[in-house]
């Protein structure tokens, strides 16, 4: 029934998750099985059946009172402990700063350099979260590592793992923030520690020699462009890139500009400046998280969106 | 029997009248006649008729919700639809059908006919009550046409600030359905302590009533805190006071305290009046003395009690500190004890019984089933280290649909189907009844077991597009939930039958003990033509039926010859 | 209040549902008891609020109390207490059916809660003119801490509250005084009087808890 182990929590958290299940079912199974029997066996005969009276019996009742007192106890501490494992992490954790806000999510590596909605993190070694909100509250869900915290705006929140095992993995907003709640998701990439290293040489270099539209479309997608604004001319949050371009766009205060680069620019770094009649005014702003290189693809990748 | 007591007081055995021509539903003619009653079985009944409403309303929003959910993409409805929908179904149901469904409906009707009073306490504030929940009611449809909400129906801050919707229309039908909480809650306890009839002692109260003196503690302690966290909430949407915005210096976290120290006790208010109903149903229809009486009775007190300290189970993730989470943790276990003693309690009442299985009685038997799932699931998510994982997923949605709907609303049924020949004077058609039974527990089943693999794979709650893997589950999830619809439908067509044509039901079709069933189907006006002296409990099965039809006359002249006796027994 | 029934001949409140008026007046004074519950109850979360806001920052509610005027917050304290007195009194005169002086009395008591909605319209007032707001208009400028408009607001929450608790009490008075006048209540029949004075004495009591906690900071 869980998603792959793909942390060191997992097993932990699993064994319990089983133990409780099993538990559970074994009680479960005994209170229907008992009923079954009753029902069966003590079914009306006729309407003057006689009953005993029975009120209380003592030796059952605090067998069926101890017993679970018991259970609950062992539940108890086998999750407090496996909390505590969660919500302490190990002091040389590789740390990434992370930012959430509607809705997206940018990841600080800690030599600097940003990605959003991907993150790569090295497998074999603790990983530590510390996350702020833009906005609202949200909540960063990795299932397959077992953890989840919500992300506030007002405090630095942490969460932490150890990946066991390379690959990717889907990370989800969990606490409810708005219309695209549901596409707030990134990638976790576990890499291994050489692929890691390379990583941080080279990926979150711009590739210089990528042609500007390319970059733009690569783009689109890593930095969440795609949660709101389609290419195929459906609305969805925002309006569809797809014959954007130079089209007239009538603002909420009734004024009408022309589509052009410098509006999509102010768009991208300003969104909430001129807003698109008939759509919420709720994109977060890109300053500081895109550079002047993929802004420029963007305008480029727009711009050929035409059909 | 009778000229035993005789001794000590001027008591007889009252005949029912089994075809009466005066009750309380030709007492007074006319729609006004209605509206303004002070008869607590009407106030009952005006209740159960707003539920019934509200649940439809619920539900339809429901089905919608699966409708969309068949495909991980836009089905039909956009996202801010779909959000304003799944806030509407929570509120909805949580605040205008589940709290004061089984209180405010069946409580007001059956409270008082089962301490043999005539009426509440406060029969004015009673009708008071009703008037404000509808008052509340349409605050909340005012809501919904003037930009609806889509902040959840926990309203959590700052989203519920800064969105554009219709908050503070909806928090202001919160505040004021509160008070209709606040002034039923009194009513009852001030009742039960005061009205109960010569002889009714604590020891003989139906658990039905306990259940409801418990329920009644949380409204009035819990309540008020409700009313002043969303009057906050308004206040910081309208003038921005900064208490719960962290833009202004605010804490979220503290208006999640604020909010869950109501709403986790509210889960009490929701389950613990089912708890009553369920005792009744079962020592009904298994003919037999409840087993361990004071066991479940003061369990429910227990459940009320404990209830106030664990709210902090619901903010492990939030951000609350590590310490409180353990305590609160540790805390919400002990909720589990006394649940459980309940249920073993329920089935060793069954132990060497007369089980008879008519519907009430399966909708008894569907609530052990569904109830022990939910309580074990929530043994579950109380555990810290695996409610990480699990919070805000499905797994949460199916664990309260299986204790609110599987627990409160198959309860419910059960008491409505129960007490139908009184309340109405007809009966349902058993065949139906029952069939209409294995429906609504087969299909509650296909819609929300599914939930339970979603949201232990990791499916987020409230949301709108899903990945591609989850769709099968949705898909099952969804058709059963038209099967569910199909099955209340069922259900009313039967129902609105029953009283046109159903057959005239006897005072005691179920040949229980409890008092509300001493007196004709449907009831008088007054609930009794004497007042009744009560000298068994209400499970004294083993007893002969005419014992339980002591009374002292109400005419003058009985009432004066009575009033030279002393009132003991 | 066991010899309510005492005084028979008078038009008889008793309802139908009740056995006699000793059950009657005992479940009001309960009903209104329990109301008091959950009245408390819900100024205790503007309390819990107050406590966490204080415990956080207790500079800035040093600093803020200055602002307020201890003499006029002082002057309310004790004009509430006063009328709490004259209430009491009122009740003992409804008991002993010395209506005329029951009404005076009430008179009193209404004039006092007036008199204590003058001093908070005042002091209001001037804050206001300090720019001191609620929330977001706030605009003073005069207290350095970042966060003094939380104290204001949790400021104006509570007494608002209570204000608005006041004038329920003072509506409350003024139907006792017309009810005492039609000779509604009266030795056999005082519950309404006596709910009334539960209820102000309430009112009282918030408004001395919330004087030291807001204006007596050190």
């Known amino acids: 029934m869980l998603p792959p182990q793909r942390s060191t929590v997992a097993g932990d958290v699993d064994s319990l998750f089983t133990f409780i299940n099993v538990a559970g079912f074994i ?5 229907m099985i008992t009923i079954l029997i009753f029902v069966i066996k003590y079914r009306r005969k006729s309407e003057d059946d006689v009953t005993p009276v029975i009120t209380h019996n003592s030796i059952l009742e605090v067998t069926w009172t101890v017993i679970p007192i018991i259970l609950i106890l062992i539940v108890f501490s086998w999750g407090f402990r496996g909390f505590l494992t969660l919500s302490s992490p190990p002091p040389n954790a590789y740390e990434i700063n992370v930012t959430a806000a509607s809705w997206l999510w940018e990841f600080r590596y800690p030599g600097g350099g940003t990605t959003v909605n991907e993150v790569f993190v090295p497998v074999d070694r603790p990983v530590k979260f510390i ?22 705006p007002n405090r630095y929140t942490t969460t932490w793992f150890q990946a ?20 707030m998701l990134a990638t976790v990439h576990v890499l291994s520690q050489d692929e890691f290293e390379e990583w941080l040489e080279t990926g979150l270099e711009i590739d210089e020699d990528m042609p500007l539209a390319e970059l733009g479309e690569a783009t689109y997608t890593s930095a969440g462009c795609n949660a709101c604004h389609s290419l195929d001319g459906t609305s969805r949050i925002g309006p569809s890139f797809l014959n954007l371009f130079g089209s007239d766009r009538e603002l909420q205060d009734g004024s009408v500009v022309v589509a052009d680069e410098d509006y ?10 001129e807003v698109t009649a008939g759509y919420p005014n709720n994109m977060p702003s890109y300053a500081g998280r895109l550079n002047e290189r993929q802004i420029d693809g963007l305008i480029a990748f727009i711009k050929e969106l035409q059909d | 029997m009778a000229e035993r007591s005789a001794n000590t007081l001027r008591i007889r055995e009252f005949p029912i009248d089994e075809n009466p021509k005066h009750t309380y539903l030709n007492h007074e003619k006319g729609i006004l006649s209605w509206l303004f009653t002070l008869d607590h079985k009407r106030i009952g009944l005006l209740y159960l008729g707003s539920i019934t409403f509200f649940f439809f309303v619920g539900g339809v929003l429901a089905l919608l919700l699966r409708t969309e959910l068949l495909t991980p993409a836009q089905s039909i409805i956009d996202a801010d639809t779909y959000n304003q929908i799944f806030t509407l179904h929570g509120a909805i149901m949580i605040f205008l059908f589940i709290i004061p469904s ?6 007001n009707f059956f409270l008082p006919m089962m301490i043999g009073a005539k009426d509440v306490a406060f029969p004015r504030l009673n009708l008071a009550s009703w008037w404000i929940y509808i008052f509340g009611a349409l605050f909340a449809l005012f809501s919904i046409v003037n930009g609806a909400v889509d902040t959840g129906w926990t309203f959590y801050t700052p989203y519920s600030v800064q969105t554009g919707t219709a908050v503070v229309s909806m928090t202001l039908a919160v505040f004021i359905l509160g008070f209709s909480s606040i002034l039923t809650g009194i009513n009852f306890i001030v009742t039960l302590h005061k009205l109960r009839s010569p002889g009714l002692s604590w020891s003989k109260m139906p658990l039905f009533l306990w259940s409801l003196y418990a329920t009644a503690v949380i409204q009035i302690l819990a309540t008020p805190v409700l009313a002043i966290t969303v009057l906050l909430l308004a206040m910081e949407r309208i003038l921005g006071i900064g208490i719960f915005d962290p833009a202004m210096g605010g804490d979220p976290v503290l208006y999640q305290h604020f909010f869950w120290f109501y709403s986790h006790p509210a889960v009490y208010i929701m389950i613990v009046p089912a708890f009553g109903i369920i005792s009744e149903l079962i020592s009904t229809f298994s003919r037999k003395t409840i087993f361990g009486y004071w066991a479940i009775a003061l369990s429910s007190l227990a459940i009320a009690f404990i209830g106030f300290l664990v709210w902090g189970h619901h903010m492990f993730v939030s951000g609350q500190s590590e310490l409180s989470s353990v305590v609160f943790s540790f805390l919400t276990f002990f909720v589990g004890v006394p649940t459980g003693i309940k249920i073993f309690n329920w089935v060793a009442t069954m132990y060497r019984g007369s089980i008879d299985l008519k519907t009430p009685m399966l909708y008894a038997l569907a609530f052990l089933f569904l109830f022990t799932i939910g309580g074990l699931t929530g043994i579950m998510i109380g555990a810290l280290s695996i409610n990480v994982h699990l919070h805000d997923t499905y797994y949460i949605v199916a664990h309260f649909h299986y204790v609110m709907m599987g627990g409160t609303v198959i309860a419910l049924l059960g008491g409505i189907h129960y007490w139908w020949p009184k309340m109405t004077g007809r009966m349902y058609n058993e065949m139906w009844g029952r069939i209409t039974c294995g429906i609504i527990f087969v299909s509650f089943n296909m819609t929300f077991l599914p939930q ?8 987020p709650r409230r949301y709108f597009n899903y990945v591609d893997q989850f769709q099968g589950l949705h898909q099952f999830s969804t058709i059963g939930s038209y099967l569910l619809g199909l099955g209340f439908v069922i259900m009313a067509v039967y129902l609105a039958w029953s009283l046109f044509k159903g057959p005239r039901a006897t005072s005691n079709p179920w040949k229980a003990r409890s008092l509300d069933w001493m007196t004709s189907s449907p009831p008088t006006h007054h609930n009794f033509e004497y007042t009744p002296v009560i000298l068994h409990g209400p499970y004294d099965h083993h007893k002969p039926m005419k014992e339980f039809r ?6 003058e002249e009985e009432r004066e010859s009575a009033k030279q006796k002393p009132l003991k027994s | 209040m066991g010899n309510q029934s005492a005084a028979a001949g008078r038009k008889s409140h008793l309802q139908h549902h009740f056995v006699n008026e000793d059950q009657q007046f005992e479940s009001s004074k309960m009903g209104m008891w329990i109301f008091l519950v959950t009245e408390v109850l819900m100024f205790g979360g503007l309390f819990v609020a107050y406590i966490i806001y204080r415990a956080w920052h207790p500079d800035l509610f040093y600093m803020a109390a200055q602002e307020l005027d201890v003499a006029l917050g002082a002057t309310n304290t004790v004009v509430l207490i006063a009328s709490s007195l004259t209430i009491a009194l009122a009740i003992r005169a409804v008991q002993l059916d010395k209506i005329k002086a029951a009404i005076n009395y009430l008179s009193a008591t209404l004039l006092l809660a007036g008199t204590f909605l003058v001093i908070k319209y005042f002091e209001y007032m001037d804050k206001f003119g300090k720019g001191i707001y609620p929330g977001q208009a706030y605009s003073y400028e005069g207290i350095h801490h970042e966060m003094a408009v939380n104290f204001f607001s949790i400021y104006y929450m509570m007494t608002g509250l209570h204000g608005i608790h006041v004038l329920v009490g003072m509506a409350l008075i003024g139907w006792m005084i017309i009810k005492a006048k039609k000779g509604a209540v009266h030795s056999g029949y005082y519950t309404p009087v006596e709910n009334t004075g539960l209820f102000w004495h309430l009112v009282d009591i918030i408004w001395i808890f919330l004087f030291p906690l807001l204006y007596l900071i050190d």
């Open chain 1, 27 to 31: 009680l479960f199974a005994g209170i």
């Open chain 2, 102 to 107: 089984i209180p405010a409906a069946l409580g």
């Open chain 1, 264 to 273: 999509i620019r102010r768009s991208i770094l300003d969104p909430q400046a």
């Open chain 1, 164 to 183: 066991t095992e390379t690959g990717q993995s889907i990370l989800y907003c969990t606490e409810y923030c708005g219309t695209a709640h549901s596409d």
């Open chain 2, 550 to 555: 002591m009374g002292v006359a109400e005419s």
């Open chain 2, 452 to 459: 339970f693999i979603m949201g232990s794979q990791g499916m």
């Open chain 1, 131 to 152: 996350m702020r909100s833009d906005d609202v509250l949200h909540s960063l869900y990795v299932p397959d590592f077992r953890i989840k915290m919500d992300v506030l």
